[in-house]
């Protein structure tokens, strides 16, 4: 069985960019947070993609955003967190992202995956003119169909894709629940999002999905000779646990529309429990996911802060994730291995 060896997993941003009042600020400001994100030593920023608006979210498609972000740094990686493959034509989708790879200088990030489970993406695909019941079906023939691309450069022999996309093979990323399609993702080289909250989600969550996918990966095989999974973390931190949970508390009384149908049933604690989302100093988020499997067994910790990116604290919790959340766990980390 392959195992992750790495003992200081690089720290990156799993950012949802949702729906403002001015849907251009709302870009602007993904672009700023990118920029001192960078500024802070983040190693990749990814950024969520819905259809439709689902669940508030703005970015429909990654790609402009990530080559406007690359326009605008220099060294921060970016990543598409990620592409619904059943709503993709791949040739189309492979030049996007050679595009987009180019524009940044070869630091795009590709990820990939089905769509919202639950039944919540019914809606979306309906609208593709698509049969929720052909979720696994699509997803399996056009992520074949998206590996050959990338492993030719061709669509036909004689006729290659521009630009030339077969370095990009290497940095194919599979988001999802399901330890059968982890197993694939590690077989294929591909990296491994870890999507715990999956409706395909085992009993045994992150560890199950994570062993499923070492103990299938080859580094023989093609894609990336060394096994990556993503581990997403959901902290708000604050100067204190009380402070932290202000923080939490202004994003929702500034955003009634976002936590409109979140908090009928539900307080803010509940919904922060529910949904995982750690709350508290640098030190009391250490402490709750010290000995998570997304901590300790993930090559790439990466930290989503549920807030709105215009939230007017949102930049220190980046900070405090990067200056003592980061080194913290790090060293509990070198510790554990």
Not at 297 to 326: K, N
Request: hydrophobic share 40%; net charge negative.
């Amino acid at each position: 069985m392959t195992t992750t060896t790495i003992t200081a997993p690089r720290s990156s941003l799993f950012v949802q960019v949702r729906t403002g009042p001015l849907t251009a600020s709302v870009y602007r400001s993904a672009i700023d947070l990118a920029v001192e994100a960078e500024r802070l030593g983040f190693h990749t920023i990814w950024f969520a993609t819905r259809h439709f608006g689902a669940h508030s979210a703005a970015l429909p498609t990654p790609f402009p955003l990530l080559a406007a972000v690359a326009q605008h740094t220099d060294r921060i990686r970016v990543g598409s967190g990620v592409v619904a493959l059943p709503f993709e034509n791949p040739v189309r989708l492979v030049e996007d992202a050679a595009v987009t790879d180019e524009l940044s200088d070869g630091r795009l990030e590709l990820g990939i995956g089905k769509g919202l489970g639950f039944g919540l993406s019914a809606t979306t695909y309906a609208g593709f003119g698509l049969a929720q019941d052909d979720r696994e079906a699509l997803y399996t023939s056009r992520r074949e169909a998206l590996h050959r691309l990338l492993e030719t450069g061709r669509v036909a022999p004689g006729v290659p894709v521009h630009p030339d996309p077969r370095s990009l093979r290497a940095r194919v990323w599979q988001s999802t629940g399901n330890p059968e399609t982890a197993r694939h993702a590690a077989r294929a080289g591909d990296g491994l999002l870890a999507h715990t909250a999956s409706e395909a989600a085992g009993r045994g969550g992150a560890d199950e999905l994570i062993e499923a996918y070492l103990d299938a990966f080859r580094p023989d095989g093609p894609g990336h000779p060394s096994p990556r999974v993503g581990g997403t973390i959901a902290v708000v931190p604050g100067k204190s646990d009380t402070d932290a949970r202000e923080i939490f508390d202004l994003d929702v009384a500034t955003s009634p529309a976002y936590y409109s149908d979140k908090l009928d049933d539900r307080d803010a604690a509940t919904y922060r429990d529910d949904l995982a989302i750690h709350c508290g100093d640098a030190g009391t988020v250490v402490d709750a996911v010290r000995d998570s499997p997304l901590v300790t067994r993930s090559t790439d910790w990466l930290f989503h802060v549920p807030l709105a990116l215009d939230h007017a604290r949102y930049g220190e919790c980046m900070a405090r994730i990067a200056e003592q959340i980061v080194p913290a766990l790090s060293v509990l980390r070198a510790q554990h291995i």
